[in-house]
C-alpha cells in the first residue's frame, strides 16, 4: 500500500515533464526525445554493483517501503525520497527509469526558461544540461542532486516568466531535497520580496521545510530531531581563510563535471551576465555564487574528502543557461572565427574526457588519447565543412553529447564496481 500511494510522486514528475513539455517547440521536444532515449540506454546498460552513494540511496528507500519513518531521514530526504521510494519496490532498474522523469523536468523547464529569458535557441539550453557529464549520469541513477536540479529549474522559470508561485514552489522543493536547500529557498523567499513584495509565495517558499521539521517532531517525540539525526553533524565544519578563494574545489567541479570546453563556456556566461552584457541572466548568478562559497568554505568529511564533483548537478540549469547566452553571443558576434574555435576545442575536450574515463578502469593503453583527438578534430573539421546543413549550433553540441555514449556505461551514474575507491568522481559519502 505504501509502495501504490508513493508512485503518485513520480507518475505526477512524468505529468509535470509532459506538461512542460507540450508548451515547447519542435526543436526542444526532439531533444527531449533524444535525451529519454539516451537516459533508458543507460539506465538498463549501468552494471548493478552494490558500490557508492546511488546504492547506498537505494537500500535506504528500500527501507522507507516498510518503515515510512525513513521517510523523512536527513540524509536522503523526502525531496528525494517521495520522488523514489515507490519505483524502488520494483527494483534498481524500475528507480533509475523512475529518475529519468525528474530529468526532463529539469531539461523541459531550462528550455522554456531560456525561451522565457530571450535565449533564441531555446533548445540549446537543454543540451547543454544534458551534456553535463555528472547530470547525465544522476538522471539514470538515485541520487538527491538531481531532484534539487529539478527544482531550481521550476524555480528559474518561475522567475523568467514574472510568476513568483511558480518560483515559490520550486524553493519549497529543493528546500527539503538536499542540505543547502533551505539556504537557497531563503534567498529565494528574499528575492521574492525585493522583487514582487508579496509574502504569500515568500512564505510559501519555506512552508515545505516547515513541514518536515514539524512532522520529525511528532515522529520522533523530539523538536531538535534534525540536529540529533544529522549524520554530517560531526563531519561538517566551516574554514574562513580567503587563501581558499583561489585554490577553491568549485573549479575542480568544474573540470570533473562539466569538461573544459562547457566549463569555459559556463565561465563565460557568467562573465557575461556579471558586466551587464548579459542583464537578464544575472540572477542565476547567485545560485552559483551559493554552491561557490559552499564548494569552498566547508570542509565535508573527518578528512575534507568527501567533496564531490556531482555537487554541481545541484546548480545544473542555471550552468547550462549561462553557457547558452555566451555560445549565442559568440556565433553571433563571431560567425567566421568562433565555430571552428568551438568544434575543435569541443572535440578535444571529448578526446580527452573519453580517454579518461576508460582509463579509470584500465581499459586503454598509451596512444589512445593522441588517435581520439585525431578522430575527434577530423569530425569537427567535417561538421565544418558541412556547416550549411549542420549548423555550428547543432555541431558544437553533439560533439558535447558524443562522450555521453563514448565513456564506459555506468560510470558517470557511479555504478560500476571497478572504479578506483579514490576516483573523486566517485568517492564514497556515505554517513556513519
Known amino acids: 500500500m505504501t509502495a501504490v500511494l508513493l508512485l503518485s510522486f513520480p507518475v505526477g514528475t512524468a505529468a509535470l ?20 532515449l539516451l537516459l533508458v540506454a543507460s539506465a538498463l546498460a549501468s552494471p548493478v554493483a552494490p558500490v557508492h552513494d546511488p546504492w547506498t540511496h537505494y537500500l535506504h528507500l528500500r527501507a522507507a517501503l516498510s518503515d515510512p519513518a525513513r521517510l523523512l531521514d536527513p540524509w536522503d530526504r523526502p525531496g528525494f525520497t517521495l520522488l523514489s521510494a515507490g519505483p524502488a519496490a520494483f527494483g534498481i532498474r524500475a528507480a533509475r ?41 544522476e538522471a539514470s541513477s538515485t541520487m538527491t542532486e ?4 529539478a527544482a531550481l529549474a521550476i524555480a528559474v522559470l518561475g522567475w523568467a516568466e514574472d510568476r513568483p508561485w511558480v518560483v ?19 534567498l529565494g523567499a528574499l528575492a521574492i520580496l525585493l522583487r514582487w513584495r508579496r509574502a504569500g509565495p515568500a512564505l510559501a517558499a519555506g512552508l515545505p521545510f516547515a513541514l518536515w521539521i514539524a512532522t520529525g517532531a511528532v515522529v520522533f517525540g523530539d523538536a531538535r530531531w534534525l540536529a540529533t539525526h544529522n549524520p554530517y553533524r560531526t563531519l561538517v565544519t566551516v574554514r574562513l581563510d580567503a587563501a581558499e578563494l583561489g585554490r577553491s574545489y568549485f573549479f575542480e567541479a568544474l573540470r570533473l563535471s562539466q569538461g573544459p570546453a562547457l566549463a569555459l563556456l559556463e565561465i563565460a556566461g557568467a562573465l557575461l551576465a556579471a558586466v551587464g552584457l548579459a542583464r537578464r541572466l544575472r540572477f542565476l548568478l547567485a545560485p552559483v555564487l551559493a554552491s561557490f562559497l559552499l564548494l569552498t568554505f566547508l570542509r565535508i568529511g573527518a578528512t575534507d574528502a568527501w567533496r564531490e564533483s556531482r555537487y554541481l548537478v545541484a546548480i545544473g540549469p542555471a550552468l547550462a543557461l549561462l553557457a547558452t547566452a555566451s555560445l549565442e553571443r559568440a556565433l553571433a558576434a563571431r560567425p567566421r572565427l568562433a565555430p571552428p574555435l568551438l568544434l575543435a576545442a569541443s572535440a578535444l575536450a571529448a578526446a580527452w574526457t573519453t580517454c579518461w574515463h576508460w582509463g579509470q578502469i584500465g581499459a586503454w593503453r598509451g596512444g589512445l588519447l593522441e588517435t581520439l583527438a ?20 547543432v555541431a558544437t553540441c553533439a560533439l558535447l553529447l558524443l562522450p555521453l555514449v563514448a565513456v564506459p556505461p555506468g560510470i558517470l551514474s557511479r555504478h560500476r564496481a571497478d572504479v578506483p575507491p579514490g576516483d573523486p568522481t566517485t568517492r564514497s559519502a556515505e554517513p556513519p
Open 17 to 36: 515533464a509532459l506538461a512542460l513539455a507540450r508548451r515547447l517547440a519542435g526543436a526542444e521536444r526532439a531533444l527531449l526525445a533524444l535525451a529519454a
Open 168 to 186: 515559490a514552489a520550486g524553493l519549497g522543493w529543493l528546500a527539503i531535497t538536499r542540505p543547502e536547500g533551505p539556504a537557497f529557498a531563503a
Open 146 to 149: 538531481l531532484p534539487f536540479a
Open 374 to 393: 585525431s578522430a575527434g578534430l577530423a569530425l569537427a573539421a567535417l561538421l565544418w565543412l558541412v556547416r550549411r546543413r549542420v549548423s555550428p549550433a
Open 97 to 137: 527509469l523512475a529518475a529519468i522523469a525528474t530529468a526532463l523536468v529539469a531539461l523541459a523547464a531550462t528550455a522554456r526558461a531560456a525561451a522565457a529569458l530571450g535565449l533564441g535557441r531555446p533548445w540549446l539550453a537543454a543540451a547543454l544540461l544534458l551534456a553535463q557529464y555528472d547530470f547525465f549520469g
